[in-house]
């Protein structure tokens, strides 16, 4: 079997070494494959972390968050004053133009915006742009954004997920979902050549392209092909024999055994995603012991979270344990208190002082890509008598179970959006069918925060409230996830993005 | 004729009998003697013997936990493996849990899913066989119905759909491939009550003025359990291989509970750096399917030799 082994092991070095033998180098052309299908580019329309991707690529935003040095840099916009609390004045950048040639101006700004806080769009996070009362042209290069009411997160949520669109494209299309498979032009790094379901995306440098500085620069690869491939093992597969440079959202084990092979390495990029587990502190669910708070620190400290950080979570020294449901390159996430300390004898008696000394059942809800986390938390919890099953849900099921008050503990990962700001979290406790633990508290704080336009105040009521969710371990940060990707040695990724899905493509380089 | 030879007369009739007798053996030891000879039988009835006997001590033979994990141990090696040790013999998981162990209780769990599930299967199915093929008329005629019904379901998909509305609970389960597989029962024993319901013995019985329940009960029902025996073993193999389905694609059985569908599932992520954990679940489920299907055609074979071929 030793020999089986080892013939098994040389078969994919063979295959690997055979394989980059036809790497894309030579033709400057990268291969990505994405697990979920290809239907379009707009961002607006599907908002999924791989087309977050592209839409990064295609699109220029009004600016963006350099994760790096925790600041907001210019884009299409290359200044902006918060002259009110409700009033944001941005003056626009001058001599861009969009991939068909006709020059970008704040009409573009004003109809995109126009286009997504009607609620005739039905955008499917439409509530993200809410708050935004009017945009108005106030002149060709510059333009004014009124607030419904003080919103301390507004650049953070304008460098996140907000491309501007052409007027004159978008304006065309009576179906306006068309735009973003039929004509998605932009003003960013990359040209779309074509979006096919089935044959993928073909993205071509935009020699034109104007770079507002050194976070954002000309592409120097020029041509990206995304290939639709759902399965993680033919990715691989692919990768190994040459078909393809990069597959993203790698599993540990996955990553790190493929990155021993001389021919492939794993990048882990630094970004705003986190693991976390919530309870049902409200006991809306059938199990009630989870409106006690002793049950739920009980469950907290029989959760090792450094051996899970260690062990199942990827990412190696970038994955950071968490005091906070936010990660620390967030705008206002701090706290001083920490999740109840990992004891499993303390966690056995607390729970047989709340009255349960023989555990209880237990149904722990997963999405994908927390399935693994939440069967070892399943482990760790049999520890102290929980009898844990774990329920692997899609994002669909899951948001149908929430809705219903039928989560018991949730294990997730959040991406806060990409949104640059504490604020993404905060918004789960504001009263309503999103707020599943319904603490008075910390409605009373979510209301404090959105309204307080003052950064050092903001953080101080945050503070309080992520100290309030540990205290009464009405959730558990657990740690970072970073974004890890595995690609062909030839391939040059950055350690840090403000995209939580992967890497800015104008960022890749051949080394 | 005197008394003497009389005796002498009975005497003789009597060892003639006894010599014919030995010349020709009983229905019963003829398919003694047709079982002990047939390999097939011998081979799946004791691998069966072996995976039921580890089923039921898999909390004695076990050697760890098999919900346990250590994560500073995971993806050990098996024994033959570089680095393996006899302590994990055929290594952990990728959260540290013998693999061994949870295989051990996996058995347990797809024998008791399969067989349960076989048993109601063949309740459902022979009753509605046997009271159609019986009765006849207008009862026999709901009850091709009903089977036509059941025939014009895709099994694995309406399978699929409930395990997803209802979640993945062994019971559920249980019940599941016990609803959706009785269709074979029916048929088969529908065809053979109908061949029989005409026949002398039943008559007779009609005649003494049984009643139907009692015709169904001591007449039927042990004429048709051969046949039900071997449906049912090849039917354990169906279910055992929809569970082992339907737990790969996460709509069976829940983990961490052990499961050998699970178990590939999970494993299917280092198929190409461990391939060990796909293969030792995978083979675990080709024996025993393997095992169950030639046992019972061995017990066709042996108890109704005429239906081979």
Redesign the interface.
């Known amino acids: 079997m030793k020999k089986t082994t080892k013939a098994f092991a040389a078969l994919i070095a063979a295959l690997a070494i055979t394989g980059h033998a036809y790497a894309q180098k030579s033709k400057d052309a990268l291969r990505i494959a994405f697990k979920d299908p290809i239907s379009t580019t707009d961002i607006y329309i599907d908002p999924k972390p791989e087309t977050s991707l592209t839409a990064e690529a295609i699109f220029d935003k009004l600016l963006t968050y350099l994760p790096s040095e925790n600041a907001f840099k210019p884009m299409l916009a290359t200044s902006w004053k918060q002259v009110s609390p409700v009033v944001l004045e941005l003056q626009l950048r001058k001599g861009v133009k969009f991939h068909d040639g006709k020059p970008f101006t704040a009409d573009d700004v004003v109809y995109t915006f126009n286009y997504i806080i009607d609620p005739k769009s039905k955008l499917r996070f439409g509530r993200n742009w809410g708050w935004i009362k009017s945009v108005e042209k106030t002149g060709d290069f510059s333009v004014r954004i009124t607030s419904k009411r003080p919103t301390p997160f507004a650049l953070a949520r304008l460098a996140t997920s907000t491309p501007i669109y052409p007027k004159h494209v978008h304006s065309k299309f009576e179906k306006r979902g068309e735009f973003g498979r039929k004509a998605p032009i932009g003003t960013g790094p990359y040209k779309a050549e074509f979006v096919d379901p089935s044959r993928g995306i073909k993205l071509v440098r935009y020699d034109g392209y104007v770079s507002p500085g050194p976070w954002s620069p000309k592409a120097s690869i020029k041509t990206i092909l995304i290939q639709p491939m759902p399965e993680l093992q033919t990715q691989i597969a692919q990768l190994m024999t040459g078909g393809l440079d990069v597959i993203l959202e790698a599993p540990k084990d996955q990553s790190e055994q493929l990155a021993q092979s001389p021919t492939v390495k794993s990048t882990a990029i630094k970004n705003t995603v986190y693991y976390y587990a919530n309870f049902d502190a409200a006991g809306r669910s059938d199990q009630k012991a989870l409106a006690n708070r002793d049950v739920r620190r009980a469950i907290v400290m029989a959760i090792n979270r450094q051996a899970l950080a260690d062990a199942v979570i990827a990412g190696g020294k970038l994955v950071e344990l968490l005091d906070t449901p936010c990660t620390p390159s967030q705008v206002a996430c701090k706290a001083t208190v920490s999740p109840a300390k990992f004891d499993p004898k303390a966690a056995k008696a607390l729970l047989a002082k709340a009255g349960y000394p023989n555990g209880f059942d237990l149904d722990i809800t997963s999405i994908p890509g927390a399935h693994e986390l939440a069967e070892a938390i399943a482990g760790q919890l049999r520890v102290i008598g929980i009898k844990a099953k774990v329920s692997r849900l899609t994002i669909g099921a899951y948001r149908k179970k929430q809705v219903a008050g039928k989560l018991q503990m949730l294990v997730s990962h959040y991406s806060s959006g990409g949104l640059p700001d504490a604020s993404s979290v905060m918004a789960f406790y504001q009263a309503g069918p999103r707020d599943y633990w319904r603490d008075k508290q910390m409605q009373k704080f979510r209301n404090e925060g959105a309204g307080e336009m003052d950064e050092k105040k903001r953080e101080a009521i945050y503070i309080k409230a992520f100290n309030h969710i540990n205290e009464q371990a009405l959730a558990l940060p657990i740690a970072t996830h970073p974004a890890v990707l595995i690609h062909s040695a030839d391939v040059t990724l950055p350690s840090i993005s403000s995209l939580f899905a992967g890497v800015e493509f104008n960022n890749i380089k051949w080394k | 004729m005197t008394d003497a030879t009389q005796t002498a007369a009975d005497a003789k009739r009597r060892d003639s009998a006894s010599d014919f007798d030995t010349l020709a053996p009983s229905p019963r030891e003829l398919m003694r003697r047709r079982a002990c000879s047939h390999w097939g039988l011998i081979i799946g009835l004791s691998i069966i013997a072996i995976f039921l006997l580890v089923a039921i001590f898999a909390g004695v033979l076990a050697p760890h936990d098999p ?3 250590t ?2 141990h ?2 050990a090696d ?1 024994v ?3 680095k393996g040790s006899w302590n994990h013999i055929l290594g952990t998981d ?4 013998d693999v061994l162990s949870r295989l051990m209780y996996g058995a347990r769990l797809s024998l008791y899913i399969s067989f349960t599930a076989a048993l109601i299967a063949a309740v459902i199915g022979v009753s509605l066989g046997i009271a159609g093929g019986y009765f006849g008329g207008k009862i026999d005629s709901l009850v091709v119905y009903i089977i036509n019904v059941k025939l014009a379901l895709p099994v694995f998909l309406v399978a699929l759909s409930i395990a ?1 509305i209802t ?1 993945g609970t062994v019971t559920v389960m249980i019940l599941l491939l016990g609803f959706l597989t009785w269709d074979r029962y029916a048929i088969v024993t529908r065809s053979l009550t109908q061949q029989m319901r005409d026949q002398d013995f039943i008559m007779s019985s009609l005649a003494a003025g049984s009643s139907h329940m009692r015709i169904i009960f001591r007449d039927i029902l042990p004429n048709l359990m051969n046949h039900i025996i071997v449906i049912v073993s090849l039917d354990m193999a169906v279910i055992i291989l929809i569970e082992a389905a339907l737990s790969f694609l ?1 709509l069976g059985i ?4 052990p499961s050998w569908g699970l178990m590939i599932s ?1 494993a ?6 461990k ?1 060990h954990l796909i293969m030792v679940p995978g083979i675990a489920i080709f024996i025993l399917v393997m095992a169950i299907n030639m046992a019972g055609d061995g017990i066709r074979d042996v108890t109704a030799p005429e239906g081979r071929g």
Request: proline share 17%; hydrophobic share 40%.
């Open positions: 919900y346990a994990q994560l500073s995971r993806l098996p033959w493996g570089p990728a959260l540290g849990r997803a979640g996460g829940r983990p961490p509970t999970e299917r992520a280092m198929m190409f750096f391939p």
